[in-house]
């Protein structure tokens, strides 16, 4: 191991303490543990200027940070408000491959319908279109990715949640969870932890009752689909390695 690795090692483990001891005490979904290795207040180098409010710092590497304490707050919101819908009434949407298991799990586990990959134009909009579906409420990984079921949630007056990462844009989104949205950890624990306290909000279940595992949610890594999938992103000009979007770069802040 080299001396700079050494060194950054050094800094990670001493930010991870100072953060637990922030954390400390705090009432909390999960242990500050938990979602520290995961990763979920971990945004992008880039925030929109939607998205500053939401902002608790910056890392001396340029990464935006989000409270967990926030994050934790608006697990519980979103859960409260989709348990008031019927599990029918609610599609659960996830274009990118990290996201693809988690949607498929919290959908099963709350009688939801999923749509993972590419969404079909038309699906919430064309009464004639093969798939078609009217849900009351959506919940999304990424309004970037995610852009067309957006899109049309918006046209005809559905519910719209998501999933918000520091560079992402909300243009008729009525509530989010601002958190890291491309981190394969970071959506397994946050979809667990929805599905869990979806599930007690309906009073279907206690948390103590709740048997399912974080990893029961993680995607599996596939290097070959990770690789075709971040191309056909990239050729459709959502997004740039890095989190940069092609043809319109977030304010700097």
Request: no cysteine; glycine share 8%.
């Amino acid at each position: 191991m080299d001396e700079e690795t050494k060194v950054r090692e050094q800094k990670d483990t001493k930010q991870e303490f100072d953060d637990t001891e922030f954390y400390k005490g705090k009432d909390l979904l999960i242990d500050i543990e938990t979602y520290l290795k995961s990763g979920v207040h971990i945004g992008t180098k880039f925030k929109t200027g939607e998205m500053r409010r939401y902002i608790f710092k910056k890392r001396k590497d340029g990464l935006q940070v989000f409270n967990i304490e926030t994050i934790d707050k608006r697990i519980r919101l979103v859960a409260k408000m989709l348990s008031k819908f019927e599990g029918k009434d609610i599609a659960i949407i996830a274009r990118r491959l990290y996201g693809h298991k988690p949607a498929r799990k919290l959908a099963a586990m709350i009688g939801a319908r999923e749509f993972v990959g590419r969404f079909i134009p038309g699906t919430f909009t064309n009464p004639q279109a093969r798939i078609f579906f009217e849900p009351k409420a959506i919940f999304i990984a990424d309004p970037l990715a995610d852009s067309q079921a957006l899109k049309e949630a918006a046209e005809v007056g559905i519910t719209v949640i998501t999933l918000a990462g520091s560079d992402s844009p909300m243009k008729n989104i009525d509530l989010l969870i601002p958190a890291n949205n491309k981190g394969r950890k970071s959506l397994a624990l946050i979809y667990y932890l929805l599905a869990r306290e979806i599930l007690v909000e309906r009073k279907e279940i206690t948390r103590e009752a709740f048997t399912a595992a974080v990893g029961d949610f993680e995607q599996e890594i596939d290097e070959a689909a990770e690789e075709k999938a971040r191309k056909s992103m990239q050729s459709r000009g959502l997004r740039r390695p890095g989190g940069m979007m092609r043809g319109r770069r977030p304010r700097r802040e």
